[in-house]
């Protein structure tokens, strides 16, 4: 087979599976109304939950002082003070010694699990993972086992499994001769907080108690947790679910969702970021984010912490889920931003998705392998700048669209 003819076929089965994406072009600023292709669109499909990213004033600003571009990698001249103070900003907000910007939460995950797990390592992941939690184990030369969805016996059990087995021999060879050593084997344990197609959340304190009792290390993705969840003091899902620092050792959180920007960052201990710096290659082999960036999300994160735009998103959610209710709408349980409806059908959930875009809606339809077979559905998500009114919009035009023969 050429190359040509692998290329040929996998797109048309793509096709013929029904599972061909589009890209939409986006001709306004991300908000809650967006025009795409000229069309003006409500949009319940941005992960922007407290709606910041059409905010102009904190970048204009911070590129009059910074110009556009890094540079350079921050181990060569791209560090600024603005990474610093962002960084800082970023490690007391989640309420972690340090933390360590990346390009994007991608990056960050595949940084730490490459950089940390060994050969004769043991990775758990939640059968729900973030495609970049998965990517991440797989470049590790790790041993990944996936764990039933927000299962903490089948963690349990795969933990007991592999630490009742014999410690591993490993062969190296030094000065001219073999030598036989036995290496110790360690394991991680690695979560989406808020799962990002189902809108649900770990259970961290289970999760945190088991890894504690099996010496494992816990690391959590808030990706759609991170500057959206949290309790008066920091923010994040380990905060709303009252864990410190200690609970969760890692913590990896994005820019670029609740923080209305772009880039992430993992919080941990000292060493752990210092470890990071020295050895991880995503961050050591890529160019800075713009230092104008890391101003201007130094900026948003100042606004989130008042809590204000969290409360709205929160008014909003509670009025979607009693509305979802009312109508019987088969919305799948969360009590994030993240509300999907579950179709099934990959075919079915493309067609709503069309028809709600014909009467102003936007909501893209979520199909394999993003999420299991059978499982397609209409990711719906809130955000603060949604009104009531809008949220009304949204459900009746679902319902007469289900009614009128595309009923779940
Ligand atoms: C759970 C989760 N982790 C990580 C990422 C990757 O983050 P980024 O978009 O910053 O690369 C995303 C989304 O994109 C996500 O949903």
Redesign the pocket.
Known sequence: MSWQQRIHQAVQQRKADNLWRQRINVGSPQSARILVDGQPLLNFSS?DYLGLAQQTEPLIDAAKAWGMGSGASHLVCGHSSAHQQLEQALAESVGYPRALLFS??????LAVLQTLLRRQDHLYQDKL??A??IDGGLISSAKMHRYRHNDGAHLLHFLKQHQKSAPESLVTASSGSLNEQTVSSLSLVAT?A???MDGDQANLADLATICQQHQALLMI?D??GFAVLGNSAHTGSHAKQGLTAEQVPIY?G????GLGG???FIAGSEELIEYLIQFARPYIYTTAIPAALASAMQTNLEVVMTGKRQALLASNIDYFRQQAQHLALNIMPSSTAIQPLLIGDDAKAVAISQQLKQQGILVTAIRPPTVAKGSARLRITLTANHTEKDIDFLLTSLVSILESGYGV
């Open positions: 992960n994007n939460g991608y990056m960050a995950n993972n973030h970049s939690l989406d808020v799962f990002s993705d990706a759609h990896m994005t820019l670029g969702k772009y880039g992430a």
